[in-house]
């Protein structure tokens, strides 16, 4: 879970907090843009942005098969290009020996996907934090070498997971609005 608000900012259209997850020196800020007490974004070009619930965010992050994995490498900011399945509300992903993304067991990390089609009809994002477990039960192991193929030419021998402690969501409702220029 998260720590308690660090700073907090609010105003009529706007509220921020700054938390910090224990035991790590990871802080998120968390932004909501509000109105009559509502928490929405709008964008009066390309419709409403709307926040979505764990399930549904978790339910969008399993229809994709790839989202990017955010850490810190060597005290740098990290992202990596993924595929993933979700598995009981967990990320599940696959990596090989050697790879950055194996150092961080034990850590929390960021897990993002999203998808922006042409037209633009749907266009959502998803972020999930949590702490990245090894998963080393050989009937998983095999059982996830089944469902995640590799996608570049390297033997994916480690299977990871992703607890999610945090899960973010949000839509972008395009709606026909009448031009205001």
């Known amino acids: ?19 910090q997850f224990p035991d790590t020196a ?9 109105e009559s007490g509502g928490m929405w974004m709008s964008d009066s070009r390309s419709g409403r942005m709307r ?3 764990k399930e549904e965010a ?33 990320v599940i992903m696959r990596t090989h020996t050697g790879a950055a993304v194996l ?15 042409d037209a633009p009809t749907l266009v959502w994002s ?7 477990e090894i998963e080393d039960r050989p009937e998983a192991v095999a059982r996830y070498e089944r469902m995640l ?9 480690h299977v990871l997971r992703i607890r999610p402690q945090l899960v973010t969501g949000f839509v972008l409702d395009t709606l026909e609005l009448p031009d205001t220029g």
């Open 149 to 157: 193929r590799p996608v570049v030419d390297l033997p994916m021998d």
């Open 126 to 132: 998803v972020v999930v934090i949590g702490k990245v």
């Open 1 to 19: 879970m998260i720590g308690p608000p660090l700073r907090r900012v609010e105003s009529p259209r706007v509220m921020a907090t700054l938390v």
């Open 51 to 53: 926040s979505v619930t």
């Open 26 to 34: 990871l802080y998120v800020t968390i932004s909501l843009a509000t």
């Open 58 to 90: 978790l339910g969008l992050l399993g229809s994709v098969p790839y989202g990017r994995v955010v850490f810190t490498d060597r005290a740098l900011p990290a992202v990596r290009p993924v595929n993933h399945v979700v598995d009981d509300g967990a």
């Open 103 to 117: 150092r961080t067991v034990g850590q929390v990390v960021g897990y993002e996907a999203d998808l922006v089609d």
